[in-house]
Structures are given as structure tokens and as C-alpha cells.
């Protein structure tokens, strides 16, 4: 079987123009390659802080958990102390009861005793002799008695106490780590503006989290790069500590368009809402 190959002599212009675009390919997947070799070594970097961040967490984690301990242990200690305090109290004052009751109680034995005694004297004239002394001696002993006994509080009985630390439990089950909360969003359709004011309301996915929010507003310059107005700080007018989703701005030049920005805060960090393009009304003079 023969088979026949055609080979058609390439032109000096079908080699130069097969050069460049193998060169152009070339050079476009260099590029490309060198940003994947970026890319890596910025996740490879991410990896890194990832291990070191977790460390960090970890530690932090072991320290809160031990404070918190530290803190059980030594309200532990002091509701103990105030238990056994409080059980010597009632014990002291329920033994002095006791004492009294037992003292009373022999001396009442004597008496119960003696009247019996003499009431098995058939001596009509010894009995009398010493009944008249012994019965005023058993009715006031008798008397004193009713005096002596004290009145029992079941209070005594140490029942009253409460140990409840259900909501201490709750608390502590509802612990968790915080991340940085979701950055917030400018809703420019229920914000309103005056020819010197404009109030700003946004909303946020997990503002439970959030605690605090801070505005960032300045004027519009018209400049496209927002990053580098951004960077730009010292044109920038703040407003921290704001516990709402709306704020007002007051003082503003009328006609004027400002951009905004929300900063939701927490323990763990902050993050941005996208800038808002807002704008007070022009005002109006009256002839």
C-alpha cells in the first residue's frame, strides 16, 4: 500500500506570521503561568497565616476557658464558705435551743418526781407540809416552761437556699468564637435628604453580632478610582459608636453629592458596606 504525501513549500509570510502567533501564545501562557505561580504562593501564604491564626485562637481559647474556670472555682469557693458559715449559725442557735429545752426538761423531771412522791404520802400531815411548796414550785416551773420552749422555724432547717445557676447555664452554653461581622448595606431607596442633611439607612445580616457601626461619608469628587479616594482618609468626616441602622448628617452644602459608607464592628473586627452615592437637594431662593 503506497500513500502519497503533498508537501506545499511554506511562504516567508506563513512563517512569519505562524512565529508571531506562537510567540504571542507563548507569551500569553508565560503570563498566565506566572500568575498561577502568584496565586499559589498567595494561598500557600493564606495556608501559612491559616495554621498560625488557628494557634493563636487555640491559645486564646485556652486562656478564656481558664479564666473562666478560675472564676467558677472561686465563686465556688465563696458560696461554700457562705454555706458553712450559715450551717454553724443555725446549728449554734438550734443547740442553744436544745440546751435550754434539756435544762428545762430536768428540772421538770425533779419536780415531776418530788410531786409524785409526795403524793404517795399517806401522812395527811407531812403531805401537807410540803405540798403548798411543791406544788407553787411545779406551777412555776410550769410557767417558765411555757416561757422556755421556743417556737420552731422551719426556716432553721436550712431549706431555703437556692442554688440556681440555670441562667449562668444557658449562658455559658451559648458561647461561641466571633468572626468579624457581614459587611452592612446602604439602602438607598429609604434614604431621604434635605438641602443640608441626608439620613442614611442600611441593614445587616447578623447585626445581633454587631457592635457598634461607624459612618464614613465625603464628597463626591468624581473620581473613578474609589480605591484611591478611599486611601485618602484625611477628606473623609467619621461618625463612631452609632447603635442604629440610620444616622443623619447635618451641616452639608446643598447640591451636593456625597459618598457614603457604613463600617460594621464587633470584637472580632469590621468590614464595609459598598459606597453609596448620595445627594442633598439644591435650595430653593425665594424672591
Known amino acids: 500500500m503506497f500513500i502519497l504525501c503533498f508537501c506545499f513549500p511554506l511562504s516567508p509570510f506563513s512563517f512569519l506570521c505562524w512565529q508571531q502567533t506562537l510567540e504571542m501564545n507563548l507569551t500569553n501562557l508565560v503570563k498566565r503561568n506566572s500568575e498561577l505561580e502568584n496565586q499559589m504562593a498567595k494561598l500557600i501564604q493564606i495556608c501559612q497565616q491559616v495554621e498560625v491564626n488557628t494557634a493563636m485562637h487555640e491559645a486564646k481559647l485556652m486562656e478564656e476557658c481558664d479564666e473562666l ?13 457562705k454555706i458553712k458559715e450559715t450551717k454553724v449559725m443555725k446549728l449554734r442557735k438550734l443547740a442553744q435551743q436544745v440546751a435550754n429545752c434539756r435544762q428545762c426538761l430536768e428540772r421538770s423531771t425533779v419536780l415531776i418526781n418530788q410531786a409524785e412522791h409526795i403524793l404517795k404520802e399517806n401522812d395527811h400531815a407531812r403531805f ?18 411555757q416561757v422556755l420552749i421556743p417556737d420552731i422555724n422551719f426556716n432553721d432547717a436550712f431549706e431555703n437556699f437556692a442554688l440556681d445557676f440555670s441562667r449562668e447555664k444557658k449562658l455559658l452554653e451559648g458561647l461561641d468564637y466571633l468572626t468579624a461581622p457581614n459587611p452592612p448595606s446602604v439602602r438607598e431607596e429609604l434614604c431621604t435628604a434635605s438641602h443640608d442633611t441626608i439620613t442614611v439607612h442600611w441593614i445587616s445580616d447578623d447585626e445581633f453580632c454587631v457592635g457598634s457601626y461607624e459612618l464614613q461619608y465625603t464628597i463626591f469628587t ?15 468626616m467619621i461618625v463612631p459608636n452609632i447603635k442604629q441602622n440610620h444616622y443623619t448628617v447635618h451641616g452639608l452644602q446643598s ?9 460594621a464592628i464587633n470584637q472580632a473586627g469590621s468590614r464595609n458596606s459598598e459606597p453609596a452615592r448620595l445627594k442633598t437637594n439644591s435650595m430653593c431662593l425665594q424672591t
Open 128 to 145: 401537807l407540809q410540803t405540798a403548798k411548796n411543791v406544788a407553787e414550785r411545779v406551777a412555776m416551773a410550769t410557767a417558765s416552761s
Open 222 to 236: 468624581g473620581q473613578a478610582n474609589f480605591i484611591s479616594l478611599y486611601n485618602s482618609m484625611d477628606s473623609w
Open 255 to 263: 447640591g451636593t453629592r456625597y459618598i457614603f459608607l457604613v463600617k
Open 69 to 81: 474556670m478560675e472564676i467558677i472555682r472561686q465563686r465556688k469557693q465563696v458560696i461554700a464558705v
